[in-house]
């Protein structure tokens, strides 16, 4: 009998054990430091599957069983974190109040959408379909990945933080925003020019839209009624916290079923939720954390398995192009002149334009358009295309955070950020 045994189900088992522990020391570890903890995972688990042979990683343009579990997964991922992205804003809907997120929403999300899809279409050579596509899974800004420059909790005052609001409710509302360019991408592939654009925008666009903001509200609502009455048997944290995991799953469920958004419906919900109960919201809120926390190193170690089998092999120079001009130039350009006129420093619409992170959300579009429409051989470009657009979000974003987001707390507590004499930097 060898002294070690390797098969693939052992190795899973190692690796997700490894992550969870590591879950319990990589935050405190990297604190306030220019590493992040997805980079760490995406690192990990792009090495262990390019080292390991016995490790076969996703392929989802090539399986598309592949393509359905990247699907499942990432999309559970994401409405864990829309849930808890919406109890972590105390800040109640408003046109005022939420001014400079219906500005990312109307504007900035918008202008990208076409700025993308012109730039695959020219840049990168997609034909239509294909563009209108890239476009869509490139639109949302992602509630995963984006811990550092969002509202950390909900003790957190996000009527002072300006920046942590905007991109945590920016977030939260664009994951279901999206869809619609999805469904028209999925509608130009099946009949070419001949597709209904008036039956979309009616469907996809007005209906499904007002459908997931309404199931969202009226589930929100009846739930606040619910935990009422039962209030006196969900006082801790792992009972909330399972409430809110069985409301986050049947708002998404029923919110699908009749036609509408899940994404949308679930943060609406949470945000209708959280408001009504600020104990409700603390409890739940770590609890979901955990959840989130735990899938999220399980996708991202999965991601840099998809970059070890060959996810950029695809990629052309001017495919490069449009992820880069994505994250440098069309989010950070367009988000900081969707702000002009807002009540804010010069340097906090820098920021909110910058921290446009891509991530988890464009992996569940592509994934799910991978699985119900055929875009032919496009498809691999447009997975390396969203592959390096979400690889440079990760890295530059991740490097970056921490320490933007530390100076621009320092500034609102009224401390002066450390700058070092000339001494110091010398040495």
Do not use: C, K
């Not at 130009?188 to 499904?208: C, H, I, N, Y």
């Not at 899940?262 to 809120?285: I, K, N, T």
């Amino acid at each position: 009998m060898p002294l070690v045994t390797w098969d693939l189900h052992l190795g899973w088992l190692v690796l997700a054990g490894l992550a969870l522990i590591a879950l319990t020391t990589l935050p405190r570890v990297l604190h306030a430091r220019p590493l992040s903890v997805p980079i760490v995972y995406l690192a990990a688990g792009y090495l262990l599957f390019a080292l390991v042979p016995e490790l076969d990683g996703p392929r989802p343009i090539d399986r598309a069983f592949d393509a359905m579990i990247i699907e499942y997964i990432t999309e559970f991922v994401v409405i864990v974190s829309l849930v808890g992205a919406g109890l972590r804003i105390e800040r109640r809907p408003g046109f005022i109040e939420w001014n400079s997120v219906w500005r990312l929403l109307g504007i900035t999300m918008i202008v990208s959408v076409v700025a993308v899809g012109l730039a695959g279409w020219w840049l990168a050579g997609l034909a239509i379909a294909p563009a209108i596509l890239l476009a869509g899974v490139l639109a949302p800004t992602d509630p995963v990945l984006a811990s550092e420059v969002q509202v950390p909790s909900p003790d957190h005052d996000d009527e002072r933080d300006e920046i942590r609001f905007t991109l945590t409710a920016e977030a939260g509302l664009n994951d279901g925003l999206a869809f619609p360019v999805i469904h028209l991408a999925l509608a130009v592939t099946a009949a070419g020019f001949g597709a209904s654009f008036a039956g979309w925008f009616a469907r996809d666009v007005v209906a499904a839209i007002a459908i997931g903001v309404l199931v969202g509200w009226l589930l929100g609502r009846l739930l606040n009624r619910f935990g009422q009455v039962t209030g006196e048997f969900l006082r801790n944290e792992t009972s909330e916290g399972l409430f809110s995991l069985g409301m986050t799953l049947l708002v998404y469920g029923v919110a699908e079923v009749v036609g509408g958004y899940g994404f949308l419906a679930v943060f609406v919900a949470a945000l209708v939720r959280g408001s009504a109960d600020a104990e409700y919201r603390r409890q739940s809120h770590e609890f979901v954390q955990q959840i989130e926390s735990v899938v999220m190193a399980i996708v991202l170690i999965g991601f840099g398995a998809l970059l070890s089998e060959g996810l950029l092999d695809d990629l052309t120079v001017g495919g490069a192009v449009v992820g880069l001009l994505l994250v440098l130039v069309i989010r950070p350009l367009f988000g900081y002149a969707a702000l002009l006129g807002r009540p804010l420093p010069h340097g906090e619409r820098l920021a909110i334009g910058f921290f446009g992170i891509r991530g988890m959300g464009s992996l569940y579009y592509l994934a799910y358009a991978t699985t119900h429409g055929d875009f032919g051989f496009a498809i691999g470009e447009v997975w390396a295309i969203t592959g390096f657009a979400v690889l440079v979000s990760i890295v530059l974003h991740g490097v970056t955070a921490s320490p933007m987001m530390t100076y621009f707390d320092r500034r609102r507590s009224g401390v002066e950020p450390h700058r070092p004499h000339r001494q110091e930097t010398m040495t």
